[in-house]
């Protein structure tokens, strides 16, 4: 039986997706893959965590929306350094705590779906990140693929490795 190495992911700004490498070929990993999973995160005062099409249908059962919050776009906030963390009922969430929350649950998923814990994964990433352009880009895209890192092993990834979007 041939044995997964790696995920590749696409954390993209609307929909991200997983697919899996093996030894000699990669594979899509069916709805995982395309169209993906909404970069949609519903959190709530009870520590709820749900991701993707799950938490926009929990949005929108109309709780107290003093009570949960539904975010999108995270990838455009990777590259500014004055967007730190988060707050709300006490708890506080970085900028690579939230984002972890949608990579923990693309790998939840492919593992599941492939009876294995990988470890290894390859993320693309924009030649530019949203806010990274002018003259503090080293600074700034460097910041972002940091980010980008720390929330792949929160997400429970040992090995992480980057590739630019237009190659991968």
Do not use: C, H
């Amino acid at each position: 039986m041939r044995q997964p190495i790696a995920y590749g992911i696409d954390f993209g700004t609307s929909n991200s997706s997983i697919a899996v490498s093996y030894r000699r070929n990669e594979a899509p990993l069916d709805e995982l893959t395309d169209p993906g999973v909404p970069s949609l995160l519903y959190l709530d005062d009870v520590g709820l965590e749900l991701v993707g099409d799950t938490a926009a249908q929990q949005y929108l059962l109309g709780r107290d929306p003093t009570q949960n919050r539904l975010m999108s776009s995270l990838k455009t906030f990777l590259a500014d350094d004055l967007f730190t963390q988060t707050a709300s009922w006490g708890m506080t969430w970085s900028l690579e705590d939230l984002t972890k929350f949608i990579l923990r649950d693309l790998k939840r998923q492919a593992d599941e779906r492939l009876n294995a814990d990988i470890k290894r994964v390859l993320i693309g990433y924009p030649v530019v990140f949203v806010g990274a352009e002018g003259d503090r880009f080293e600074t700034l895209q460097t910041l972002a693929l940091g980010r980008l890192e720390e929330a792949a092993r929160l997400a429970g990834f040992k090995e992480v490795e980057f590739l630019d979007e237009p190659t991968a």
